[in-house]
């Protein structure tokens, strides 16, 4: 019997590391041709990636309409080669601008679309979960809440817990960790995770150069940041401050959390790699003022980052925006170096949220789900 074909496909650099465990899991319980929409990861995993997420990978509302030729063009691709594949299901992850989109077009060709880690429609933009309810045979959701929002909706709806839950561990400590980068380790470190996009980093670098600046001349410290996987090293090197010691790495980024005493980092995965890593954090983002400006009306929490919505309740601070500037991340930073009750409080809300995440294995239970998919469409042919 020839391996089913499958369709998996994540859009940024948190889906593809995602969608890479998933397909190795799959890859164990059943014969299948993976292929799909990706990057470094899914192709390490053995998924035949006929576009590269870096092609649609944006954010905000604005910078879309500059990126829509590419992102019509991997749309193209994915429908041809599901066309001439003819899966029986289509995995996708996140990314609701583009799966959506992409989950109607599959539908006329016989494609069973999976939601795997579902959009957070319980924050921004709820009512389209009715557009999830009619696409989608299958949710396959991460936080324990989303299963009644969206169940509730009449989407077939399972929790799986957070796929990060036991998949994430520094591999060094901070002696060896400093050693390794020629750091001091008595010296305050802090971590700083930019973001993964262009449009991030072009964003955040220039107020974090600064607010580093302002927080080393009042308490000297070192500052590692760590590169995303298709970030440019050379530009993360650029700009600083001649007096301050700075480390960029790459494929470092949970030793640097686990060494740090303090961490900047930008919303989105990273802060639930910090918080599984138990590093206090300050959590910033910024878009274009035109895409705040359009997007203020869908927004519907009183929380922007994934740690205090998962926590019902501000754990780490929030700079969003404009109050995302060098001093207030500096007065923020150095809260956190300076106040050991202020580490311990906070310290306490991620304990708080790690037991809210679900115990390890959810990758597996999310394969296990597919499996029985794909199994019982297979007896029916």
């Known amino acids: 019997m020839p391996p089913i074909p499958l369709l ?11 969608a890479a465990r998933l397909a190795i899991a799959l890859e164990k319980r059943m014969d299948l041709a993976l292929f799909g929409m990706g990057g470094p990861q899914m192709r390490a995993a053995g998924v035949r990636v006929i576009t590269d997420y870096s092609e649609v990978s944006v954010v905000g509302i604005t910078e879309i309409l500059s990126h829509l030729p590419s ?13 001439r594949q003819k899966p029986p299901f289509a995995i996708l992850t996140d990314f609701p601008g583009f799966h959506l989109r992409l989950a109607r077009k599959l539908r006329p060709h016989g494609v069973r679309n999976i939601y795997y880690i579902c959009p957070q ?12 309810r009619r696409r989608f045979a299958q949710a396959l959701c991460i936080f324990p809440f989303e299963e009644a929002f969206f169940g509730g909706a009449g989407v077939p709806t399972k929790f ?5 839950v036991g998949a994430v561990e520094a591999t060094e400590n901070r002696e060896e960790f400093c050693r390794q980068q020629g750091l001091d380790p008595s010296q305050p470190i802090v971590a700083i995770l930019p973001g993964s996009r262009h449009a991030e980093l072009t964003q955040h670098m220039p107020v974090i150069r600064d607010a580093c600046v302002r927080i080393h001349h009042e308490r000297p410290a070192q500052f590692v940041i760590a590169a995303a996987a298709q970030s440019n090293v050379s530009d993360l ?3 600083w401050d001649a007096a301050l010691k700075i480390r960029v790495v790459e494929g470092q980024t949970y030793n640097a959390l686990a060494a740090a005493d303090a961490a900047i980092v930008s919303s989105g995965t990273a802060t639930v790699e910090a918080a599984l890593l138990d590093a206090p954090m300050v959590v910033v983002y910024r878009v274009t003022a035109l895409t705040a400006l359009l997007a203020k009306p869908l927004v519907r929490t009183s929380y922007f980052s994934m740690v205090n919505l998962i926590a019902e309740r501000g754990v780490v601070p929030e700079l969003i925006q404009k109050d995302f500037t060098p001093a207030k991340v500096a007065q923020e930073v150095l809260r956190l170096l300076n106040d050991p009750r202020a580490r311990e409080d906070l310290r306490a809300g991620l304990a708080e949220v790690r037991k809210r995440l679900g115990p390890p294995g959810a990758v597996d239970r999310a394969a296990d789900v597919i499996a029985e998919l794909l199994a019982t469409v297979a007896g029916n042919t």
Do not use: K, N, Q
């Open 237 to 239: 090197e650029t700009g």
């Open 8 to 18: 998996i496909s994540a859009g940024e650099a948190s889906g593809d590391m995602y």
């Open 160 to 164: 799986i817990g957070h796929p990060l």
């Open 121 to 132: 429609f319980w924050a921004w933009r709820p009512w389209r979960v009715r557009v999830v």
């Open 71 to 83: 992102l019509m063009r991997a749309m193209r691709r994915l429908v041809r080669e599901a066309e």
